[in-house]
């Protein structure tokens, strides 16, 4: 089982340079997010779906943005980089049956801005 | 809205000494709660979870988590820490019908168990 599949895991870009983030799920789950994670912050969630065609923001969505066409990827995009988006980003995946719910998470991207 | 609050960045226990890590949540509806665990370089693992039902969760290796509904709090204990016990624990919360099934999480606790 793959599970949930980032690519890449490591990437350094150029201040201002655009890149976007893959994000793959096998499981057919309805709902996908992508944090970032930074040194005593946690994890953050940038953006999340809760469907194909349907997107929302989370705590910290500017410098990115994310489209949802099919139930299976779910990718980021850097817009124009800046060192801030320095971080590594994890996305997950996520479902809920009945009274049971539990998201799963990829290895990560660890991205690195200059 | 949601949220958690992990109480201490750094958790430093003796092998074989009991282990606790504190979270608190807050949220307007009823919760589902979460404990993950991230070992370096890789990603989230699930420990346990609270959905529904009986508030004492047994998870993966040992670990377990009591729901407090009185005090908002989901704590993870484990009678005796391991040298492999030592990585980043991440408590979560998401809400019940109504909301999104996304989790947020807690900033997180660094485990360090000392030989």
């Known amino acids: 089982n793959a599970g949930v599949t980032q690519t890449p895991k490591f990437q350094v870009l150029k201040t201002g340079q655009s890149m976007t983030l893959q994000c793959a799920q096998d499981?057919?789950?309805?709902?996908m997010s992508w944090y970032r994670q930074d040194p005593g912050m946690g994890l953050r969630l940038i953006h999340y779906?809760?469907?194909?065609?349907?997107?929302d923001q989370g705590e910290v969505p500017n410098g990115y943005n994310v489209s949802r066409s099919t139930t299976e990827d779910f990718p980021l995009r850097l817009l124009s980089a800046a060192p801030s988006q320095t971080s590594v980003y994890f996305c997950?995946?996520?479902?809920?049956?009945?009274?049971?719910?539990?998201?799963?998470f990829g290895q990560g991207t660890r991205l690195t801005v200059v | 809205a949601q949220s958690v609050t992990q109480l201490g960045s750094h958790v430093s226990v003796s092998e074989g000494a009991l282990v606790l890590l504190r979270c608190n949540y807050s949220?307007?509806?009823?919760?589902?709660l979460f404990w993950y665990v991230q070992y370096p370089n890789q990603g989230l693992q699930l420990l346990l979870k609270?959905?529904?039902?009986?508030?004492l969760v047994k998870g993966i290796n040992g670990f377990e988590a009591e729901f407090k509904k009185s005090e908002t709090s989901f704590h993870l204990t484990k009678p005796s820490a391991h040298m492999s016990d030592a990585a980043e624990y991440f408590c979560?919360?998401?809400?019940?019908?109504?909301?999104?099934?996304?989790?947020?999480f807690g900033r997180g606790t660094s485990l360090i168990v000392h030989p």
């Open positions: 949220s307007s509806v009823p919760p589902y």
């Open positions: 979560a919360v998401s809400v019940r019908p109504g909301g999104s099934y996304i989790p947020t």
């Open positions: 609270y959905t529904t039902g009986a508030t």
């Open positions: 499981m057919n789950h309805e709902y």
């Open positions: 779906s809760v469907g194909a065609g349907i997107t």
């Open positions: 997950a995946s996520s479902y809920r049956q009945g009274q049971n719910t539990e998201a799963f």
